[in-house]
């Protein structure tokens, strides 16, 4: 299973509960606003079934028939806006009712006597009805009651849930953009980090800059520690393998000159082991100098100037030979390595072709897939079909690269061991020059 399967992204959690705070928070709101909406609705009809309530219970305390109290609209037929008035076995109805009667279904709880409490019923038509009803004590109790159809309750209602559920479900959609800019706003830092991290290793920058935001601050302090302990940790192995070098090098420098007399070695045979160990020597401690070099992807390195400096040596060197060394190498392509491994890598191909060619060397590169590829070609002999096959067992990865292939020395396995470690290679094969053609890739 993948991280990103695994473990979901901020984004994802951080959006993933802004959207379930959001929804929830919308439908407590609406469930509060729907309550208000309710008891705001139901008091303004409670308010207007009461005041005719009032108007009829004045009318019976002062004499007058309550006939005469049959305004609009409890006086059109139809609608359901009516009252009646029970006094013992007489009913007194508004004219909406037309000698019908309302029938209470809920009479529901009369918390304090002489006051108005709700009711449900059906009117002459069945239609549904919402109802107040006050019963008045006294010598002749009478009954009140008055009512309207229950749409004048729920219709409102549900006209203001309608455009209440709108308002909402815009508001839901402003907050989660909202939402979703704010949680990319949030997490620009640690893009902004990932892009810095991205350009120290590539070597384009030194360190990740300390101005970030203070929950970040402390992250980056300790990754740009780190940086800092691994270059200082480089530097120390580097000069570890240079006192090596010292002290494994002068001894055998030492043996060679002692043995340079030839009363002390007749046949040679000692002065060609400690060659050998010279060799193998110098060899090892390119390896071990390079592998120091874990993370060396940080170090970006021109390729034009390495080249130009390293053919005016060469010009120089091979001045007696008249060697001419052709450069068709763009200024602006850099690869990710060691200046001082170019130099030793890019040297040792050169001045095998310079010692090899006739007249002619020709150095060219391109960049392609995320690589470089620098060729290095001499017009000389070139790879005979036995010099072939000895050059692909020393290119075989795996291979000890203890000998070099005759007549290319040890630089050739020495500038393949180096490519490899900053995961490149290096082939061998034909030049249009006829000679030899080498071509090292590295990393850009």
């Known amino acids: 299973m993948s991280a990103a399967t695994a473990h979901p992204s901020l984004r994802t959690r951080l959006l993933g509960a802004a959207v379930v705070l959001v929804l929830a928070a919308l439908v407590v709101a609406g469930l509060a606003i729907g309550v208000i909406l309710h008891r705001f609705v139901r008091g303004q009809l409670d308010g207007r079934l009461d005041a005719q309530i009032v108007a009829l219970r004045a009318g019976l305390e002062a004499g007058i028939l309550p006939e005469s109290l049959d305004a609009p609209p409890f006086d059109r037929p139809g609608p359901g806006w009516a009252w009646e008035v029970r006094r013992g076995p007489e009913t007194t109805r508004s004219g909406s009712l037309r000698g019908g009667d309302i029938r209470l279904t809920e009479p529901g709880p009369e918390d304090v006597p002489g006051r108005p409490h709700p009711a449900w019923g059906t009117g002459p038509r069945g239609q549904p009805l919402y109802a107040r009803v006050v019963t008045l004590p006294g010598t002749q109790p009478a009954t009140i009651v008055v009512a309207a159809p229950e749409g004048e309750l729920y219709g409102p209602l549900r006209e203001a849930l309608t455009s209440l559920a709108l308002a909402l479900g815009i508001l839901g959609l402003c907050l989660l953009a909202g939402l979703a800019f704010q949680v990319r706003l949030g997490l620009a830092p640690l893009r902004r980090l990932r892009t810095d991290l991205a350009s120290v290793r590539a070597g384009t920058r030194e360190r990740v800059p300390a101005e970030q ?180 067992a020393v290119m075989a990865r795996g291979r000890r690269l203890d000998e070099g292939v005759p007549g290319h020395g040890f630089g050739l396995p020495i500038t393949l061991e180096l490519a490899e470690l900053y995961g490149g290679g290096l082939t061998l094969g034909r030049a249009d020059l006829g000679g030899l053609r080498a071509e090292l890739t590295l990393p850009a």
């Open 213 to 392: 935001p203070a929950e970040i601050a402390p992250v980056v302090a300790e990754l740009n520690a780190l940086l800092d302990q691994n270059a200082r940790n480089l530097e120390r192995a580097r000069g570890h393998v240079a006192n090596l070098a010292h002290a494994l090098k002068t001894p055998l420098a030492t043996l060679s000159m002692a043995l340079a007399a030839p009363t002390r070695d007749p046949d040679g045979a000692l002065r060609r082991e400690v060659e050998d160990m010279d060799r193998r020597v110098r060899h090892h401690l390119r390896r071990a100098r390079a592998a120091a070099l874990a993370g060396s992807a940080r170090t970006r390195t021109p390729l034009a100037p390495q080249l130009t400096d390293l053919r005016n040596a060469l010009v120089r060197l091979y001045a007696e030979k008249g060697v001419a060394i052709a450069l068709a190498v763009p200024d602006d392509l850099v690869v990710s390595c060691e200046g001082q491994d170019l130099d030793e890598m890019l040297g040792n191909l050169v001045d095998n072709a310079c010692r090899w060619c006739r007249g002619r060397v020709q150095v060219s590169a391109v960049a392609e897939d995320g690589a470089v590829r620098v060729r290095v070609e001499d017009d000389g002999p070139g790879l005979n079909a036995e010099a072939a096959e000895a050059a692909e």
